[in-house]
């Protein structure tokens, strides 16, 4: 962590800048240095790393200096529970209209911290790419748990990464069985299991020109 003095006369040196990305472990801090201020009202990309507990305030408050945001990812987060990630996107849904992408990548989100993201993303209306990637918090059997929000987040985005740990062979099939019976799956999967059944290859197989509007789904490594 960075001490006082450094954060000020760094956040003074990037308020002149025209910053449009930063990645950092700092963002709370600087967030709260006016100086910093004219550079995030023009940042369109931030990627927060190591955020823990006792950062989230500052984490959600400084989400709300960000008007212009289209890409967000929150890497190697020590905090991932329900209330966090409901806040996390009720703050996206409010102030960052424009966003785009949005990662969750490393973040310990049990099954309900993962049905809150999903459950925010049909109202954020121009984002088109999601990446949830939780920590073994989530089993592979929870995905069931989240499907029916998987599906609508699927309705809404083009590109959604849903890389569940430790996802064995038989665990995919069985969610691809499940997706499959859905009337008007909304999903596209570029690889499918060899052992797919013909009718999970018919509803979700990336084989013809009429599903390239779906959403290209990746739930395993």
């Known amino acids: 962590m960075a001490d006082d003095v450094t954060i000020e006369n760094l956040a003074t040196a990037l308020g002149h800048t025209h910053l449009k990305h930063l990645g950092c472990n700092i963002f709370m801090q600087l ?4 100086a910093a201020a004219p550079m995030f009202r ?15 305030d500052a984490f ?3 989400l709300s200096y960000l008007p212009v945001l289209q890409s967000l990812s929150v890497v ?4 991932g529970s329900r209330d966090f990630a409901t806040l996390v996107m009720e703050t996206l849904i409010t102030t960052c209209p424009r966003l785009e992408n949005l990662r969750f990548a490393s973040v310990p989100l049990d099954r309900s911290g993962v049905a809150a993201v999903l459950a925010g ?7 088109k790419w999601l990446n949830v990637t939780p920590t073994p918090s989530m089993l592979p059997t929870d995905i069931f748990y989240v499907l029916s929000g998987l599906i609508a987040a699927g309705r809404h985005v083009r590109d959604l990464l849903f ?6 062979d038989d665990d ?7 997706l499959a019976l859905v009337r008007e799956v909304p999903f596209i999967c570029e690889k499918l299991p060899p052992n797919a059944d013909a009718y999970v290859v018919d509803a979700l197989g990336a084989h ?3 599903q390239s509007d779906r959403c290209r789904l990746r739930i395993s490594w």
Do not use: T, W, Y
């Open 31 to 34: 967030v709260r240095c006016p």
């Open 60 to 62: 959600i408050n400084g």
């Open 76 to 79: 190697q987060s020590a905090i």
């Open 172 to 178: 995919e099939l069985a969610v691809l069985q499940a």
């Open 208 to 210: 013809n020109n009429k």
């Open 121 to 127: 993303v049909p109202r954020l209306p121009r984002l």
């Open 42 to 56: 023009q940042l369109q990309e931030l990627q927060v790393v190591e955020l823990r507990a006792d950062d989230v």
């Open 163 to 168: 890389f569940v740990p430790m996802l064995q």
